[in-house]
């Protein structure tokens, strides 16, 4: 039972992580009706400036805080500057693009911080909260994180004029160009929060899976599929299929077929979802009239 | 801008003329291309070989994309497939080489069919998401304890270069390339047939409006995973000779990043360009190794950064850019008598 109980919640501590993550391509998806192939590395690239900033001397949480900074900031000029002269090419073009910058930020952070995996610290204490032996600190912290996390993307969309008027955007673009809204602007902002989203994914994820040019691969399909699992424009299918995913992940891992099949555990769902229910458990069915 | 509508750059299959000049170009580039293994050296012959097979899979990967508009990251994975056949059965059943191709060639077939059944009814960017999906689980299920009597694991399996056959005066290598060259052609003109056909009609009139070719009596999702099959079938192939001549496969071989190079081809030659597809080939053979000199992760690098330049100044290819030369000398020939 305590073996149990201990993958349960190490499962929801990477579940949390996949949650944001799939959030992030969630967002972006619900504004443009694309998914960012290009979040994963996106993430990964931010965790390396922390990891570079907290190396230089600057101490945890100051580090933390800019790199979301840089990561919003750097996102959002990506977006205006190469995604979105694409905004009326085909799909095909927008997915050879996002291909081209995963293999940019791969190769850049293989290039500037060579491949050789390193660890990343925790912010948060070592040994286990009231001495239990059911999850460790840090899978506490990430929980907590990504919770409060959670908590202020919903606050920011529900009760500010600036996130209703992203909504506005992306639910209905041609309606809020006419009431003023500059939409364009709005998507860049998208992008910034969803890689700023993916900032601290990758910050909580890497003292579980350590850090190298490659850690995010395993960590963005699980989040695909996530969001896949909820419906890929409902936010909250996705942290709900981020959470259940971590523990599916965890409990299959541990008990039956072991950590090798960790990426097709991965396909197979995410075939399966597309197979049953393409457009996942929460959600919308676009009927398209021809 | 000028990728308005990558697609509908693409031309649609036209009455072909057999001019005198194109025959003979064709003629001419046969000539080079027997001839090249016994100027080049054994490695050049050897790249030569590998730029071959490469061209295999990205006619196949360009028959799908560029023809039926259908993205896939995961070819790859029927590479892997292929190359893998041709080992397993070469290696545990002691089959001749040649017959594995074909063997490699129909497993991909069925299971490309197989996978693209339930992909037909995944629009575009989904496709992208499930093969994306299954490029990067190809080096886990392929390390898979559980097949791995037959797999060789990790480790992978090494493969006996094939001997020239007896009474031809050529070394293993220059064999090598002839037979991969056969293939080739064969494949090419088999694409060929196919594509400007009423197969080839059929899928671009897909591509370009669903809706009216199913109005026309196209069975739009026997053909989308028939081309899914055809193109796998390509890739399976390419795989298949590709293991031949590099005498070895191993899982990391094949991960997601030979995906990417395969697509990457299809991109800087051209989509649904059948000549630009030699260009991509050579480009993903050659442009690494010069790449390379500067930094292991260059290569990539520089992939990334052409995928999205290609998407901006040439979005159909060379052959789009050189389509555009040509016919732009050709009215600048006409309006110099005028100026």
């Known amino acids: 039972m305590n073996g149990l109980l201990h993958q349960v919640f190490s499962g929801l501590a990477t579940g949390g992580i996949y949650a944001s993550l799939a959030l992030a391509l969630v967002m972006i998806y619900r504004a443009t009706e694309l998914v960012n192939f290009a979040q994963g590395e996106m993430a990964m690239f931010s965790t390396y400036l922390a990891w570079s900033m907290i190396n230089a001397g600057l101490p945890y949480w100051p580090a933390f805080l800019l790199t979301i900074g840089v990561s919003f900031l750097a996102a959002a000029v990506i977006q205006l500057a190469i995604i979105r002269p694409l905004a009326n090419a085909p799909i095909l073009a927008s997915v050879i693009v996002f291909i081209g910058l995963l293999l940019v930020f791969n190769s850049i952070a293989g290039w500037i911080f060579s491949y050789t995996i390193k660890t990343f610290p925790s912010p948060f204490p070592s040994e286990p909260l009231w001495a239990n032996s059911y999850i460790s600190t840090h899978e506490v912290g990430a929980i907590g994180v990504t919770l409060a996390l959670l908590a202020i993307l919903f606050a920011f969309f529900r009760w500010t004029e600036l996130g209703l008027t992203m909504r506005a955007a992306a639910e209905n673009p041609v309606s809020s160009r006419l009431v003023g809204i500059r939409v364009a602007r709005m998507v860049a902002l998208g992008w910034g929060l969803a890689a700023a989203l993916g900032a601290v994914a990758g910050m909580m994820v890497a003292p579980i899976i350590f850090l190298d040019p490659n850690m995010m691969s395993g960590v963005l399909l699980y989040a695909f599929a996530a969001a896949l699992l909820g419906g890929i424009d409902n936010p909250w299918g996705a942290v709900l299929g981020g959470f259940s995913l971590g523990i599916v992940e965890n409990l299959l891992g541990a008990y039956l077929i072991g950590t090798e099949l960790k990426m097709t555990v991965a396909l197979a769902i995410i075939v399966l979802v597309l197979v049953v229910k393409p457009s996942g458990v929460f959600g919308r069915t676009v009927l398209t009239r021809v | 801008m000028a990728f308005g509508n990558t697609m509908r750059h693409i031309p649609a299959t036209r009455p072909v003329v057999f001019h005198a000049r194109l025959i003979i170009g064709v003629l001419l580039l046969l000539v080079v291309a027997i001839a090249l293994p016994f100027v080049a050296s054994g490695y050049l012959v050897f790249q030569l070989t590998l730029t071959l097979v490469y061209a295999i899979a990205i006619l196949g990967l360009n028959m799908l994309t560029g023809y039926s508009g259908q993205i896939s990251l995961g070819h790859g994975a029927f590479y892997a497939i292929g190359a893998y056949t041709t080992a397993i059965l070469m290696t545990r059943f002691g089959v001749d080489y040649w017959w594995t191709?074909?063997?490699?060639?129909?497993?991909?077939?069925?299971?490309?069919?197989?996978?693209?059944?339930?992909?037909?009814?995944?629009?575009?960017?989904?496709?992208?998401?499930?093969?994306?999906?299954?490029?990067?689980?190809?080096?886990?299920?392929?390390?898979?304890?559980?097949?791995?009597?037959?797999?060789?694991?990790?480790?992978?399996?090494?493969?006996?270069?094939?001997?020239?056959?007896?009474?031809?005066?050529?070394?293993?290598?220059?064999?090598?390339?002839?037979?991969?060259?056969?293939?080739?052609?064969?494949?090419?003109?088999?694409?060929?047939?196919?594509?400007?056909?009423?197969?080839?009609?059929?899928?671009?009139?897909?591509?370009?409006?669903?809706?009216?070719?199913?109005?026309?009596?196209?069975d739009i999702s026997l053909f989308k995973s028939l081309m899914f099959g055809v193109s796998a079938l390509y890739t399976g192939i390419a795989g298949s000779l590709g293991a031949i001549a590099v005498q070895f496969v191993s899982p990391d071989a094949f991960n997601i990043l030979l995906s990417i190079s395969l697509l990457l081809g299809v991109v800087v030659g051209g989509l649904g360009s059948i000549p630009g597809v030699i260009f991509g080939a050579l480009f993903i053979e050659f442009v690494p190794d010069f790449a390379g000199q500067v930094s292991k992760a260059a290569p990539w690098a520089v992939y990334g950064l052409l995928l999205i330049a290609c998407m901006y100044v040439a979005p159909s290819g060379m052959a789009g850019l050189a389509r555009q030369t040509l016919a732009s000398i050709r009215k600048a020939g006409r309006a110099w008598p005028l100026a």
């Open chain 2, 101 to 218: 191709i074909p063997i490699a060639g129909l497993t991909c077939l069925i299971v490309g069919f197989l996978f693209g059944l339930p992909a037909l009814r995944l629009e575009g960017l989904y496709l992208a998401l499930a093969t994306f999906a299954l490029a990067a689980a190809t080096p886990q299920i392929l390390k898979h304890n559980g097949i791995s009597a037959w797999t060789g694991g990790v480790q992978g399996i090494v493969i006996i270069k094939p001997d020239p056959p007896h009474g031809l005066p050529v070394n293993a290598d220059q064999w090598l390339y002839l037979f991969t060259l056969a293939i080739t052609i064969a494949m090419f003109v088999l694409a060929w047939n196919l594509l400007r056909g009423r197969i080839g009609r059929a899928m671009i009139a897909i591509r370009d409006h669903p809706t009216a070719a199913a109005a026309m009596g196209v």
